[in-house]
């Protein structure tokens, strides 16, 4: 972790992987760096957190506290499934979009990024949400599933082993020098900012 350049705000992770390679674990170190000054919100698909959970419509309904906190992190137990749940996250993404403050400091953490719904609330959170202080922080098991714009507008790539071409195509399309197999635990890194790639990182 220390050989990857100190984080920012408005920084977009992809963190691709097969199941059980440490997409959560890595990704779970960088949302605790970023909640140092930033407020998290953690859409936990898979129920996997601990702590206190709210649901998306809390989270929609409290955003002006949740913006103006300090390095809170809040649990959202979201799996895209119930009817409605396209219409609330995109309320929640347009609500922080929208959001008198030219910065807002947020951060948003997919850990399962197929179970958010593809709308133009998403894409505008990851094609100009930059320059409004949103990160976000995406993983996928199958990134041939998830919405493209988490693919394509990723600044920061880290790519653990994927068993699928399909989806080794899909992420190395985007990353310099491609992707390639890997031992479980280990992924290379690809920073589009400073074109910088570095091979076989393990999270320790
Ligand atoms: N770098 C690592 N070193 C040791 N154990 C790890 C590492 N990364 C993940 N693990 C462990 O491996 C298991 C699977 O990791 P996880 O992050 O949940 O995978 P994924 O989210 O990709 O399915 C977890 O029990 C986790 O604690
Ligand atoms: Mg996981």
């Given at each position: 972790?220390?050989?990857?350049?100190?984080?920012?705000?408005?920084?977009?992770?992809?963190?691709?992987?097969?199941?059980?390679?440490?997409?959560?674990?890595?990704?779970?170190?960088?949302?605790?760096?970023?909640?140092?000054?930033?407020?998290?919100?953690?859409?936990?698909?898979?129920?996997?957190?601990?702590?206190?959970?709210?649901?998306?419509?809390?989270?929609?309904?409290?955003?002006?506290?949740?913006?103006?906190?300090?390095?809170?992190?809040?649990?959202?137990?979201?799996?895209?499934?119930?009817?409605?749940?396209?219409?609330?996250?995109?309320?929640?993404?347009?609500?922080?979009?929208?959001?008198?403050?030219?910065?807002?400091?947020?951060?948003?953490?997919?850990?399962?990024?197929?179970?958010?719904?593809?709308?133009?609330?998403?894409?505008?959170?990851?094609?100009?949400?930059?320059?409004?202080?949103?990160?976000?922080?995406?993983?996928?098991?199958?990134?041939?599933?998830?919405?493209?714009?988490?693919?394509?507008?990723?600044t920061r790539y880290c790519v653990f082993n994927l068993n699928d071409k399909r989806?080794?195509?899909?992420?190395?399309?985007?990353?310099?020098?491609?992707?390639?197999?890997?031992?479980?635990?280990?992924?290379?890194?690809?920073?589009?900012?400073?074109?910088?790639?570095?091979?076989?990182?393990?999270?320790?």
């Open positions: 972790m220390d050989k990857i350049r100190s984080i920012e705000n408005g920084e977009r992770w992809l963190i691709a992987g097969s199941t059980g390679c440490g997409k959560s674990y890595l990704s779970s170190r960088l949302a605790s760096l970023y909640a140092s000054n930033a407020n998290v919100l953690y859409f936990d698909s898979k129920n996997e957190g601990t702590g206190k959970a709210i649901s998306i419509k809390t989270a929609n309904d409290k955003i002006k506290s949740i913006i103006t906190g300090n390095g809170q992190t809040y649990r959202i137990k979201f799996d895209g499934l119930d009817p409605g749940d396209d219409e609330v996250s995109s309320d929640l993404f347009s609500a922080i979009m929208r959001f008198p403050s030219r910065k807002v400091n947020i951060v948003l953490w997919f850990d399962e990024a197929f179970s958010i719904p593809d709308t133009p609330a998403l894409r505008r959170i990851f094609t100009q949400g930059r320059s409004k202080g949103v990160s976000a922080i995406a993983c996928a098991q199958r990134p041939v599933g998830i919405p493209r714009v988490m693919v394509s507008e990723a989806d080794r195509d899909t992420v190395g399309a985007f990353v310099k020098g491609g992707v390639s197999e890997k031992p479980r635990f280990r992924f290379d890194y690809y920073d589009v900012l400073t074109d910088e790639r570095i091979n076989n990182i393990k999270v320790t």
